[in-house]
């Protein structure tokens, strides 16, 4: 098993309430894109909020804290979840990851729009508290092409690629639970059909699937 969660978290009555924003969740195998893309929508819709996860992982080369993620060691994510602080967290490639729970309720409080970059596991979770939430599943084009982006990105040694290459194949097993899905072939492409989907929404429209 990849990693491990709490999926069974039961839902916050008070994340339910009607006055909502919107909550989009981007997921994808690693390397497939979500990091690059994310970083393009925000820039179109600069008025979206984007919640900032928590990860007990190494920064990258060019990753910032508070930008990026926000960078805390295991005793303080653990702290965080005897406090029950995350609205989900999960377990991933040995390292956790979490959403904060005030983030997203304030937002949706507020009526905002609010984007997440979170994996397969921490939807499920989220989908239990939110199932409101529009979720967009992003595949590779194929699994050599995902190989070669692990391997250009240059994050990663050998036996973690395959480790990522390994669940990306289960985790592409998964996209049908979510309400949309795109193939990130062409990148400015894939932008293009996220801006759709998501302005869609926002103007109250159907958004194409
Ligand atoms: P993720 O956040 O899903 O792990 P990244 O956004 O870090 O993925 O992308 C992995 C690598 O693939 C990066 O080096 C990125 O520049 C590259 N990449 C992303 N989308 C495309 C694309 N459509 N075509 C080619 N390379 C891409
Ligand atoms: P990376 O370390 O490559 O940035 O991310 C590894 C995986 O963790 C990706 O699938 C990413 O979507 C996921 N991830 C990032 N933040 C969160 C989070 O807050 N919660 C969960 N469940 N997954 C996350």
Redesign the pocket.
């Given at each position: 098993m990849r990693?491990t969660?709490p999926i069974d978290k039961p839902s916050a009555p008070e994340a339910h309430s009607a006055n909502q924003g919107q909550l989009f969740i981007?997921?994808?195998?690693?390397?497939a894109g979500?990091?690059t893309l994310c970083r393009a929508v925000r820039k179109h819709f600069p008025e979206m909020l984007y919640?900032v996860?928590?990860?007990t992982?190494k920064p990258?080369r060019d990753?910032q804290d508070g930008i990026?993620?926000f960078f805390i060691s295991r005793m303080e994510f653990s702290r965080r979840i005897n406090l029950d602080l995350?609205a989900?967290?999960?377990e991933?490639?040995g390292?956790f990851?979490?959403?904060s729970a005030e983030v997203i309720d304030q937002a949706l409080q507020a009526g905002k729009a609010i984007l997440?970059?979170?994996?397969?596991?921490?939807?499920i979770?989220?989908l239990k508290r939110y199932p409101q939430a529009i979720t967009i599943f992003i595949a590779p084009p194929s699994l050599k092409a995902l190989r070669t982006r692990l391997t250009a990105r240059a994050?990663d040694d050998a036996q973690a690629i395959e480790r990522?290459l390994r669940a990306a194949q289960k985790?592409m097993g998964q996209k049908k639970m979510y309400r949309h899905s795109v193939v990130n072939d062409d990148l400015d492409d894939t932008v293009e059909a996220l801006k759709r989907i998501i302005a869609g929404y926002q103007s109250g429209q159907a958004a194409p699937k």
């Open positions: 990693s969660s981007i997921s994808a195998p690693s390397g979500k990091t919640s996860s928590y990860t992982r990258r990753e990026d993620y995350w989900e967290w999960a991933v490639y390292n990851y979490g959403t997440l970059d979170i994996d397969v596991q921490g939807t979770q989220l994050t990522r985790e």
